[in-house]
């Protein structure tokens, strides 16, 4: 870390904690410049949306793509089929970044969706409990807004049978 790490209180630090937890459950494994970047939109010195561009920018020189520009898939998401959400010939999501490298995404995914649910959860001083479908829909835009043009609305096809080929990973052992 470097020195220059702003200081958190305990309130902004178990956000970042639980933040970063969250996409543990999802397979990201933050490293130490997405911690501090988080720490950074905790302690208020960096917008969220600054520290997305942030990391969007990373990406595209990743992807060896430093003049690459967010895009929007012209679709009408709400007659696509499963098709339409994701790559040919992969299980990866059409995404706004056209990460179209499972790890990579669920890498950029990860810290993308932290800095928006530190956002969310600091600007809002409390979640309704329990969340209508609404509120759900909203809650997705806000956290995977940068992602995906259909965030934070309901997906048309059969989703079910897809989602184990698309979470599914080279390390994670195969289900008989």
Same mark, same amino acid.
């Given at each position: 870390?470097?020195?220059?790490?702003?200081?958190?209180?305990?309130?902004? #630090? !178990?956000?970042?904690?639980?933040?970063?937890?969250?996409? $543990? /459950?999802?397979?990201?494994?933050?490293?130490?410049?997405?911690? !501090?970047?988080?720490?950074?939109? $905790?302690?208020?010195?960096?917008?969220?949306?600054?520290?997305?561009?942030?990391?969007?920018?990373?990406?595209?020189?990743? /992807?060896?793509?430093?003049?690459?520009?967010?895009?929007? @898939?012209?679709?009408?998401?709400?007659?696509?089929?499963?098709?339409?959400? /994701?790559?040919?010939?992969? $299980? @990866?999501?059409?995404?706004?970044? +056209?990460?179209?490298?499972? #790890?990579? #995404?669920?890498? @950029?995914?990860?810290?993308?969706?932290? /800095?928006?649910?530190?956002?969310?959860?600091?600007?809002?001083?409390?979640?309704?409990?329990?969340?209508?479908?609404?509120?759900?829909?909203?809650?997705?835009?806000?956290?995977?807004?940068?992602?995906?043009?259909?965030?934070? +609305?309901?997906?048309?096809?059969? #989703?079910?049978?897809?989602?184990? @080929?698309?979470?599914?990973?080279?390390?994670?052992?195969?289900?008989?």
């Amino acid at each position: 870390m470097s020195p220059d790490k702003p200081v958190l209180t305990a309130a902004q #630090l !178990e956000v970042v904690r639980s933040s970063v937890a969250s996409g $543990a /459950i999802e397979g990201w494994r933050a490293s130490t410049d997405d911690i !501090e970047l988080l720490y950074r939109v $905790a302690a208020g010195t960096i917008t969220a949306t600054d520290a997305v561009h942030r990391v969007q920018e990373l990406q595209a020189l990743k /992807i060896g793509h430093a003049d690459a520009e967010i895009t929007s @898939v012209q679709r009408d998401w709400s007659t696509a089929s499963w098709d339409d959400y /994701i790559y040919p010939g992969t $299980a @990866v999501l059409v995404n706004r970044l +056209n990460i179209r490298d499972s #790890l990579q #995404l669920e890498h @950029v995914a990860g810290i993308v969706v932290a /800095i928006r649910t530190i956002e969310a959860v600091i600007d809002t001083p409390s979640v309704p409990d329990p969340l209508d479908g609404a509120q759900l829909r909203a809650l997705h835009r806000q956290l995977a807004q940068d992602l995906y043009d259909w965030a934070g +609305n309901y997906r048309s096809g059969l #989703l079910h049978d897809q989602v184990t @080929v698309s979470v599914t990973r080279p390390d994670w052992p195969v289900r008989s």
